[in-house]
């Protein structure tokens, strides 16, 4: 006997065949005209079969156009893997099954083809004791993370359990029992949901070779992975990477890709897919009927397909958080309190999703959680897979069927792909040359409808002389605006200041502010005009007292597109199966008509996307720590998607130009 790397080649895609699965809702403790019980000590055999759910690789392998085969060996390994067996009720019954490599052979696999990758056949032994409900119900955990709580849990809590692997640490893949909605045999019921595979006790043998025979009725178990896999493609060279010497006056900008990988992506997983709904009041329903699945999803039928043991959506854990950020500080005001190390509702991350940063990108990690698959590096092009955790998101939340979706920033809510970069910087037509050793830049006003640009050592002068606010007195009662450079500075506002405003301010922007340390004294103090006062003189001087309420009011004065050390960001909403639709010049989507399962990213499905060309000006990142929080004010890629989903199930491929 020997380890077996050939299971599974399908990430989305069911075996095609023959029973559904069991559902978790209005369970029975009794099943019409079957043995039930046994009244003592006995071993029961079942002849299983387990089918993959579709892989990834060549469409060559496969005759289904939907479904592409594995071609990854880690993908397809087989360590270890665990049957739990159920009664009626979904109560675990008998003893769970446990195989090891060693006990998995070469020789038990199979290849299939369409929807299904591999297939393992072999007997399984389904010891019980007397009193013990015989088994109505089996699931199969492969390369499971902590298999004690599957054993352990009835079908009514198996669909709450929580992962964050998915992906071993060494390397393998954890997979389940494919849920879906279909027709359960034990039960009689009818368009349910199916978790776990129906057991008629016509297949359960009372010796092994009864099992083995030729007409004895197996077992199909069909399986997916947890994972889903993005693959973002883009290459190198000017004429994919074209250097922008349109949008800013006196530069050319060249894009310099660093990394990618998928963000606004769930922390957690569930374990078994699950399926929800978001009510009136945002209250989860947790128990969808296929009516009112069907209802949601406008009677389209592509999201479930019980002939091949599959559906092609699901629920993550942040679809019933249904909150999302506005801005980077709505994450930054509260986890950076404590180094986004923070355990307290005043210091924790705030959201079930994550967003992460350029540090964080670069790093494969988030500070004080677990480590992360590292993203994807530039080398001289990026073609490499990142396998990521299912995040999906309810059609309200971006905005569906409103006229204006005012709660949300709907790109916040979609899992997308971001690709971080900097800058490099050529002067033209004689302009500044670009300081050595310092990327910083800065977009401020515009001239004949081009950005103008700025370093760290003229933008201060450039803002400065829009301004206002600050006033010195030149004679008694006589004020003008103060227009030295000393004494400001350029930032993004900070919360206090924001506060006083009652106003968000997105991550990239910055304002001309006063610096307190360096308030002016004596006679040569500085003044702002107080509208409040409603008695005195109106014109205040300036101290450390009040200079927050002065920089609240400089935000007027405008703002600047801050591009620390030279870095920024392309942001791009990852479609499903739902069919976004776009605006008629496809540069953004038309979020009111994008119906639900437009965007998302859903286990054992491939996303494939295909960067055709970057020429527009990349979303700034002040620096390095700001969270990647797409703009709800500005859109700055084109988007020509077709959406790919593979045997891991095909989800056409997006082709897209930044």
Same mark, same amino acid.
């Given at each position: #006997? ?13 075996? #095609? ?38 892989? =990834? ?117 954890? #997979? ?10 034990? +039960? ?17 043998? +009372? ?10 009725? $197996?077992?199909?178990?069909? =399986? ?6 993005? !693959? ?7 004429? =994919? ?30 374990? &078994? ?61 509260? $986890? ?110 515009? +001239? ?54 009652? !106003? !968000? ?34 014109? &205040? ?50 979020? $009111? ?25 990349? !979303?700034?990142?002040?620096?390095? #720590? ?24 095909? =989800? ?7």
């Amino acid at each position: #006997m020997k380890k077996s790397n050939l299971l599974f080649s399908a990430v989305m895609a069911l075996a #095609m065949g023959s029973l559904a699965s069991c559902s978790s809702d209005d369970l029975v403790t009794e099943v019409q005209g079957q043995e039930t019980t046994v009244d003592h000590d006995q071993v029961r055999y079942l002849n299983v079969t387990i089918a993959s759910a579709g892989g =990834v690789g060549t469409r060559a392998e496969t005759t289904d156009n939907d479904f592409l085969q594995g071609d990854e060996p880690k993908e397809n390994f087989i360590e270890n893997m665990t049957f739990v067996f159920y009664d009626a009720a979904g109560v675990p019954t008998g003893q769970a099954y446990d195989l090891s490599s060693s006990d998995i052979a070469d020789e038990d696999f199979e290849s299939s083809t369409g929807s299904v990758g591999k297939i393992w056949k072999s007997i399984i032994p389904v010891s019980l004791v007397q009193g013990q409900n015989l088994p109505s119900y089996v699931m199969c955990f492969i390369n499971p993370v902590g298999s004690a709580e599957f054993k352990s849990k009835p079908l009514s809590e198996i669909e709450g359990i929580i992962r964050q692997e998915v992906v071993r640490g060494n390397g393998n893949f954890p #997979m389940t029992n494919s849920v879906y909605y279909g027709d359960n045999p034990i +039960t009689g019921e009818t368009k349910v949901r199916m978790i776990a595979t129906p057991v008629n006790t016509g297949q359960l043998y +009372t010796s092994e070779e009864a099992a083995k025979a030729d007409g004895a009725q $197996a077992i199909d178990i069909y =399986v997916e992975r947890y994972a889903a896999r993005v !693959t973002l493609n883009l290459a190198s060279g000017t004429d =994919v990477i074209v250097p922008n010497a349109t949008d800013v006056n006196g530069y050319t900008l060249t894009f310099v890709p660093e990394f990618w990988r998928p963000n606004a992506i769930d922390q957690n997983i569930f374990a &078994v897919k699950r399926y929800g709904l978001l009510g009136d009041g945002n209250i989860p329903n947790y128990n969808p009927t296929f009516a009112e699945l069907q209802a949601n999803f406008k009677n389209k039928t592509w999201w479930n397909e019980p002939e091949k043991s599959r559906s092609y959506w699901a629920c993550s854990p942040s679809y019933y958080d249904n909150e999302y950020p506005k801005v980077s500080d709505d994450i930054t005001d509260i $986890a950076a309190k404590n180094d986004y190390t923070g355990t307290t509702d005043e210091d924790k991350y705030p959201y079930t999703l994550h967003y992460f940063n350029y540090n964080q990108i670069e790093a494969g990690k988030v500070e004080g959680g677990s480590p992360l698959q590292g993203s994807v590096k530039w080398e001289n092009g990026f073609s490499k897979t990142f396998y990521a955790r299912e995040t999906t998101t309810a059609a309200k939340a971006w905005g569906w069927e409103n006229t204006e979706n005012t709660a949300y920033n709907p790109l916040a809510s979609i899992a997308s792909a971001v690709i971080v970069g900097h800058y490099e910087l050529e002067a033209t037509g004689g302009s500044a040359a670009v300081p050595e050793g310092d990327k910083t830049f800065y977009l401020y006003g515009k +001239t004949e409808g081009k950005w103008n640009l700025y370093f760290e050592s003229s933008i201060v002068g450039a803002m400065v002389k829009q301004q206002s606010v600050v006033l010195k007195r030149t004679a008694p009662n006589t004020y003008e605006a103060y227009r030295e450079e000393d004494g400001f500075i350029v930032e993004h506002p900070s919360k206090s200041v924001r506060d006083i405003k009652n !106003t !968000t301010v997105a991550g990239r922007l910055v304002a001309l502010q006063l610096d307190p340390l360096a308030l002016p004294s004596g006679d040569n103090g500085l003044f702002y005009y107080d509208v409040t006062r409603e008695e005195g003189d109106r014109y &205040v001087k300036i101290t450390a007292e009040n200079v927050e309420i002065v920089n609240s009011n400089l935000l007027s004065t405008g703002y600047a597109s801050k591009y620390g050390d030279g870095i920024g960001y392309f942001n791009i909403p990852i479609e499903h199966l739902g069919g976004a639709v776009k605006t008629e010049d496809g540069k953004s989507y038309n979020f $009111a008509q994008c119906p639900p399962g437009s965007f998302g990213i859903v286990r054992n499905h491939a996303y494939t996307i295909n960067v055709n060309k970057i020429s527009g000006l990349a !979303t700034p990142l002040r620096d390095k #720590m700001q969270p990647i929080v797409p703009p709800v004010d500005e859109v700055s890629y084109y988007i020509s998607a077709r959406l790919n989903i593979l045997n891991w199930r095909i =989800v056409p491929t997006q082709d897209v130009e930044l």
